[in-house]
């Protein structure tokens, strides 16, 4: 705890930020706390650190931390965060995004930053909807929810950003809940420190929004649907699809090295500076 409370000081900005905005018992709080967890981790310093958000619930994050930040458009975080890598690529450059923000507009950027294997981090909190602005259905909405846009049920099919992340060619892909806080710190630690595109999708909740339109209760139990919910990825492994329906599976997706895009592209201008 007293570690904890170092970290606290050592990277948000206590004094001129809080309190957040966020609803009491919002699982973005869980995300920060783990994202700082993780960075302590690393060693990185403040100064090397840039933390880039686009908008809605978790946009805020970059307000609340003490490095380098860019709050930016709706679904242009990655966009802005591909400009500062290439800058200057030996900042270590963190996305942070919700699920509509990174897969609805943002969703073409999402896709080719996996694709290229920008050396970045990319962070998206999923709550199945767009909590700040109203509560409409996302693109990770469940078959059948309600929303405020779907008030007779939503009859779109969501897709699964993990597995989107792990097909687009990101180098990195890892899952986690809120309610695995443990494992959370661990998938973005391991992220950070990838050499590449790395991606970490961490099912939050949203009981202000989802919750209460879909009658799921208050946070305590989202959070226990979704210890119910989760299975570890090597679990998973060994089960039936028919024992696999409606879970989630969480930790390391995938893994694996790939050639990154910063040093493809530095190598590029040395090849035109000498022609």
Known sequence: ???????????????????????????????????????????????????????????????????????????????????????????????????????????????????????????????????????????????????????????????SIAELAVTAGAAMVGRGTVYHANLLDQLMEAAILKRGFAVVEVISHCHTQFGLKNKLGGPVEMLRRQKEMAVRVEKARTMTPEELEGKITIGTLVDRDLPIYTQEYRRIREAAKGQ
């Open 1 to 159: 705890m007293a570690e904890f409370t170092q970290l606290i000081y050592k990277y948000l900005r206590h004094e001129k930020k809080f309190p957040h905005v966020w609803c009491p018992g919002c699982g973005n709080g869980i995300v920060l706390g783990a994202l700082i967890r993780a960075i302590g981790r690393t060693g990185f310093t403040k100064d090397e650190i840039v933390l880039v958000s686009g908008i809605g619930c978790s946009g805020r994050l970059s307000v609340y931390v003490d490095f380098n930040t860019l709050h930016t458009t709706h679904g242009r975080a990655l966009t802005f965060a591909t400009g500062v890598k290439l800058a200057n690529p030996r900042l270590q450059v963190i996305v942070v995004m919700g699920d509509g923000d990174a897969t609805a507009i943002g969703g073409n950027h999402f896709i080719h930053a996996a694709r290229r294997n920008l050396n970045l981090t990319a962070i998206i909190i999923n709550n199945n909807i767009y909590g700040m602005t109203g509560g409409q259905y996302s693109p990770t909405t469940p078959y059948g929810s309600w929303s405020t846009t779907a008030p007779y049920g939503h009859i779109e099919h969501p897709f």
